[in-house]
């Protein structure tokens, strides 16, 4: 068994250790209620063992990062499979440290799907371990990318702490107009985390089905002042809805009765698979809204109505003060990471320290975004529910700048997502 085999292995055994642990911290507060110990004892001993259940998961995530790192002669966040699993990692990691801080078992039911949801969205991408690029070739990979990651993985946190407030807060009885506005925004915000996971969901069932459709088109180009025309094609592992623009089928396995896609990419649409992204995007929401809806047919009522009662027992203010003190030691480690190590790099490895690439650009907004958050729960006060929707927002951004901009926007961070 060779070394990759073996990191492969704990990375496996990792993600299922965090799933029992998220099993553990949820029957933790739902267990006392048939419990016949006092419900503050029971909380307390199932908490501490989904804690060590975490702790076991995050060492066996650990020796995947090492053991990778061994295999590989650079340290793994070079693509979008090894930064994705290492922002999993740090996920947890930062989980584990403000868990340490506030002892909150509940916080466990909301934290760890984040982090094992990045690590299943990491598997989506290819995992052979690659030789780095030249502009990847300089210690400053391991400074800029692990500070940005760790800063993203603490914000991450704070998401859940935020998302948590709001399931306490928002009155799913109140039929006012902001009562309504609220109870949509919660909705709306469990609607995309459906949505990431049925993306997650049909990559790996049509992986597994062996599904592909090929699309090519001739692509004409100079060499040396003499034209030359080349086939380009396009491959999809999800059946294809739309097709990229000006292309012929070579090969599609039927679906559904569907022998070609229903309707072609339009023509404003440019960039490398830029028809493939979009029937990607068609496909997530089209998977969001069955899983939406299969779930509120079991429990018949909305999402954040039926996940509220978990956190019914919780302080108000302790959910505040864990999502801005997450966010609080976060924003540091983001603004080296993301900002000062970044620019260090890029005038090291391409001679200027900005120039405006999307990456870049969404880097800034999302340190801005935070900055702003900061100043106005220090400076104006803005706490409890003000203070939650920023922190639901901000990780929305993040969760842009890390894949959108990376699958989406072309630039010369494209790389990650090889």
């Given at each position: ?50 804690f060590l259940t ?116 928002v009155d799913y ?63 999809y592992v999800l ?180």
């Open positions: 068994m060779n070394v990759n085999s073996v990191s492969s292995t704990f990375l496996l055994i990792a993600f299922f250790v965090y799933l029992l642990a998220f099993f553990l911290f949820v029957l933790s507060i739902t267990g006392k209620r048939w419990s016949n110990r006092d419900p503050e004892v029971h909380t307390k001993q199932w908490g501490f063992v989904a975490s702790v076991f998961g995050f060492a066996c995530h650990v020796t995947f990062f090492f053991t990778r790192w061994a295999e590989g002669g650079h340290i793994p966040t070079s693509n979008m499979y090894e930064f994705m699993t290492f922002l999993g990692m740090m996920i947890m990691c930062a989980f584990l440290i403000v868990y340490l801080i506030y002892r909150t078992p509940v916080l466990g039911v909301f934290a760890l799907p984040i982090g094992f949801i990045i690590i299943a969205y990491a598997s989506v991408f290819p995992s052979e371990v690659q030789p780095l690029i030249p502009a990847l070739q300089s210690y400053w990979l391991k400074i800029h990318v692990t500070t940005a990651a760790t800063g993203e993985a603490f914000f991450a946190v704070g998401f859940a702490g935020g998302l948590m407030y709001l399931l306490r807060a009885k109140g039929t006012s107009k902001a009562d309504k506005r609220e109870q949509r925004g919660v909705e709306l915000t469990l609607f995309f985390i459906l949505m990431l996971i049925a993306f997650i969901a049909s990559i790996f069932t049509w992986n597994g089905s062996g599904y592909k459709a090929v699309f090519s088109k001739d692509v004409v180009t100079t060499v040396e002042g003499v034209q030359q025309t080349i086939q380009q094609k396009e491959t059946p294809p809805i739309v097709k990229p623009y000006e292309t012929e089928v070579v090969e599609m396995k039927p679906f559904l009765g569907m022998t070609e896609p229903l309707f072609t990419a339009p023509s404003w649409m440019e960039g490398a698979s830029a028809g493939r992204k979009l029937n990607t995007v068609i496909w997530s929401v089209l998977g969001g809204l069955i899983l939406y809806g299969l779930a509120r047919l079991v429990v018949r009522k909305p999402l954040g109505a039926a996940v509220g009662p978990i956190v019914k027992g919780m302080d108000p203010e302790d959910l505040d003060e864990i999502s801005y003190r997450a966010i609080a030691i976060g924003y540091p480690i983001f603004t080296l990471g993301a900002l000062i190590f970044a620019m260090i790099w890029a005038q090291e490895a391409w001679g200027r320290f900005w120039g405006w690439d999307p990456k870049e650009v969404w880097a800034l907004i999302t340190w801005l975004f935070y900055a702003v958050f900061l100043h106005l729960r220090l400076s104006k006060g803005w706490q409890g529910k003000k203070s939650a929707w920023l922190t639901v927002i901000g990780f929305i951004v993040v969760m842009f700048t890390l894949v959108g901009v990376n699958l989406v926007i072309a630039g010369l961070h494209s790389y990650a997502g090889v």
